[in-house]
Structure formats: structure tokens, C-alpha cells
């Protein structure tokens, strides 16, 4: 079994920053790339950021420029620094992650979200 945790959410005004963390604990022998996706109340969810575990980075094209993804391999953690916030960041923020299983095996996994309010 793999688990994803976030952690980091929270309600913070316009231009003001978060960093949301994701951390995985479990039967993992690696973990390949890793993504943040986000779901605001009657979207669809989508992807935010990614990372592969060779540091290559890509983002959607709203968070460009603000958004900030990086991972600890040693750690099995990835990380979201998010500045410049704006209302329409305002979501449920989820960590997904392809995992490599010591049993052997590959699973995607999912945390449970974060949830995050950009609001005056």
C-alpha cells in the first residue's frame, strides 16, 4: 500500500503565497512523476504542475510564472510553492504520483486534497 498526505492548504488574500507539501510513505520502491491537479467546486479537475524524477517540470499555463514545483527523491516528497494568488486559484489541490511497489508492482496513487481559498 501507498499513501499520499497534503498538507498546506489554507485561506490566504489576494497576492499572498502557500506551499503545499506532498508526502508519500508506504511499500515504494520509486516514484516516477508527480503531478498536482486542482478541482474548484463545478470544474472538472486539472492539472496543475508536474515533475518527473529527473526534475523536469511543466506547468498549465495559468500558473506560469507564480507556481513553483519541486520534489526531494530521497524523501519521497514534492512540494508546491504558489505565489501571487489569485481567486481563481481557489481549489481542492491533490498530489498524484506513479509509484514503483516493492512488491513488485506500479500503482497511481492519490492523496486525499488540500484545500486552498484565495479570498479578500
Known amino acids: 500500500q501507498v499513501q499520499l498526505v497534503e498538507s498546506g492548504g489554507g485561506l490566504v488574500q489576494p497576492g499572498e503565497s502557500l506551499r503545499l507539501s506532498c508526502a508519500a510513505s508506504?511499500?515504494?520502491?520509486?516514484?516516477?512523476?508527480m503531478r498536482w491537479y486542482r478541482q474548484a467546486p463545478g470544474n472538472e479537475r486539472e492539472l496543475v504542475a508536474s515533475?518527473?524524477?529527473?526534475?523536469?517540470?511543466n506547468y498549465a499555463d495559468s500558473v506560469k510564472g507564480r507556481f513553483t514545483v519541486s520534489r526531494d527523491n530521497a524523501k519521497d516528497t514534492m512540494h508546491l510553492q504558489m505565489n501571487n494568488l489569485k481567486p481563481e486559484d481557489t481549489a481542492v489541490y491533490y498530489c498524484?504520483?506513479?509509484?514503483?511497489?516493492?512488491?513488485?508492482?506500479?500503482?497511481?496513487?492519490w492523496g486525499q486534497g488540500t484545500l486552498v481559498t484565495v479570498s479578500s
Open positions: 515533475i518527473t524524477s529527473g526534475g523536469i517540470t
Open positions: 498524484n504520483a506513479a509509484v514503483i511497489t516493492t512488491a513488485p508492482g506500479s500503482l497511481d496513487a
Open positions: 508506504g511499500s515504494i520502491f520509486s516514484i516516477n512523476t
